[in-house]
């Protein structure tokens, strides 16, 4: 009777310790994922940032506005907004709040899920394009647009995001017409793609 409480005894703290580590395990990827939701969203109330979010529901009123339905470059851009989820803007001139976007975004990167499209240094200004992939090689599911640099002479630093089933050949068009700093660059994205 004693030789089978021990082996009772094992299977228990076999068990228990196989469930801490999956605990763990499950508590650590949602930490990560949160994190990795989050990582920008403190940006959104900050005093020193200019912030822009623009939900699906501001783009299906956008698609209802006529937009001269005959023309054909407009129902592109109907097309276009009808597929995008959110698009998140970002811009500081503090120096602090500049760094901490620089650190987000190696954070945010290190995820591994975006790959780069293109670097751009020119003008005082460092632009970076990632994208996840999309549904074929001219759709992306996320565009994400890194800028440190200068504008106007200041110092500058811009996180872009955009969500949805992203068209990169109509994506630089929307981005001009937002005033996206980096929007002449993305026009070259749309070339090498």
Not at 23 to 45: D, H, P, R, T, W
Not at 88 to 115: C, H, P, W
Not at 138 to 146: A, G, I, K, P
Request: charged share 25%.
């Amino acid at each position: 009777m004693n030789s089978i409480r021990p082996k009772t005894n094992l299977l228990k703290i076999s068990k228990i310790k196989n469930m801490k580590k999956s605990i763990i395990v499950m508590l650590v990827c949602l930490v990560s994922f949160a994190g990795y939701s989050q990582n920008f969203a403190k940006y959104e109330n900050m005093k020193e940032v200019d912030a822009m979010i623009m939900t699906s529901k501001m783009f299906k009123l956008l698609a209802k506005v006529d937009l001269s339905s005959t023309d054909p470059e407009a129902q592109q851009y109907i097309k276009l907004i009808e597929n995008l989820k959110e698009i998140r803007m970002f811009t500081t001139n503090q120096s602090a709040i500049r760094a901490q976007m620089a650190a987000d975004v190696s954070t945010y990167l290190s995820k591994g899920s975006l790959e780069q499209l293109m670097r751009v240094n020119e003008d005082g200004k460092s632009i970076k394009f990632y994208s996840k992939p999309g549904r074929n090689e001219n759709f992306v599911s996320e565009l994400f647009m890194f800028m440190e640099g200068e504008k106007d002479g200041k110092p500058i630093a811009v996180i872009l995001s955009i969500t949805g089933d992203i068209d990169l050949t109509q994506m630089s068009k929307l981005a001009k017409d937002l005033k996206v700093p980096g929007a002449e660059e993305l026009k070259k994205v749309n070339k090498k793609s």
